[in-house]
């Protein structure tokens, strides 16, 4: 998969993560990464009562899209 901020790959993964939190960095091979974010997503939406979970699925979204491998 191209890597890098803007590449084709990034944009699917971003686009993943919007739907479920963690998939576009599992898509992208960052299982630790992954695992933070499903579990973050999830934390949050408990504990707000379903109000600020929105807040984890956007930042997963610019995480994966400008990701860039080191």
């Known amino acids: ?5 803007g590449t084709a ?3 699917i993964a971003a686009l993943c993560s919007f739907f479920f939190p ?3 960095q599992l898509i ?11 579990l973050l997503a999830g934390g949050v939406w ?4 379903g109000t600020l979970g ?6 997963a979204c ?3 899209a400008l990701w860039k491998q080191g």
């Open 28 to 38: 992208q091979g960052r299982m630790g990464s992954a695992l933070l974010f499903f």
């Open 9 to 11: 790959g990034n944009v």
């Open 46 to 49: 408990l504990v707000s009562f």
């Open 22 to 24: 963690g998939l576009g």
């Open 62 to 64: 610019i995480n994966a």
């Open 54 to 59: 929105w807040i984890v699925h956007i930042w």
């Open 1 to 5: 998969m191209n890597t890098g901020p």
